[in-house]
């Protein structure tokens, strides 16, 4: 006996309907877990935040990458390169002078920074951010990316259409 099953209850499991009935259950459950999970079994291509970043990133000759910091996760599985996280301070001096001290020790030739996403999630801006789109002379913009991703993959927070600018650092600019 199973602990407090009586003969009847055993009797209940060994019919035909209460069969039916879990076949039906683990169906609907099956069906449930395909629907609200993309990869089930590992059978669909995987989309990830910032693949045709990664892709373009691969594509240039020199290696290291200053990345925003949500972007570092996705830009260090979705390209070969090295890749740093940008220095985030409140102060645009700090975070000026701590973006170029990144540069430099480094050795970092690209940047890649993030448009539309920050401004849907309400992250404050970044003075590094700005300080990269405001200096033409030391940070040469290469490619801009568009990520478009459909509806039913937007459903995760962490996955939005989004605009990325790659810039190329101009070596002799920064200052050392």
């Known amino acids: 006996d199973l602990f407090f099953c009586s003969g009847k209850i055993k009797n209940i499991a060994g019919t035909n309907w209460f069969k039916a009935a879990l076949i039906v259950f683990l169906?609907?459950?099956?069906?449930?877990?395909?629907?609200?999970n993309r990869y089930f079994i590992f059978t669909l291509d995987r989309i990830e935040q910032a693949d045709k970043a990664g892709a373009v990133l691969d594509s240039l000759p020199d290696?290291?990458?200053?990345?925003?910091?949500?972007?570092?996760?996705?830009?260090v599985y979705n390209c070969k390169k090295r890749i740093v996280?940008?220095?985030?301070?409140?102060?645009p001096v700090a975070a000026r002078q701590q973006t170029d001290l990144s540069i430099e020790v480094f050795d970092l030739h690209y940047v890649v920074?993030?448009?539309?996403?920050k401004i849907e999630v309400g992250i404050l801006p970044n003075p590094a951010v700005e300080y990269i789109k405001n200096s033409?002379?030391?940070?040469?913009?290469i490619k801009t990316?568009?990520?478009?991703?459909?509806?039913?993959?937007r459903s995760n927070?962490?996955?939005?259409?989004d605009m990325f600018y790659i810039?190329?650092?101009?070596k002799d600019k920064i200052e050392q």
């Open 27 to 36: 169906i609907l459950l099956v069906g449930n877990t395909v629907k609200k």
């Open 63 to 75: 290696d290291g990458v200053l990345a925003e910091g949500f972007l570092t996760d996705a830009l």
């Open 85 to 91: 996280t940008l220095p985030r301070s409140p102060d």
């Open 113 to 117: 920074v993030s448009e539309f996403w």
């Open 136 to 141: 033409p002379d030391k940070f040469k913009l």
């Open 145 to 153: 990316v568009y990520e478009y991703y459909d509806k039913g993959i």
């Open 157 to 161: 927070i962490m996955i939005r259409d």
């Open 167 to 170: 810039y190329e650092v101009i």
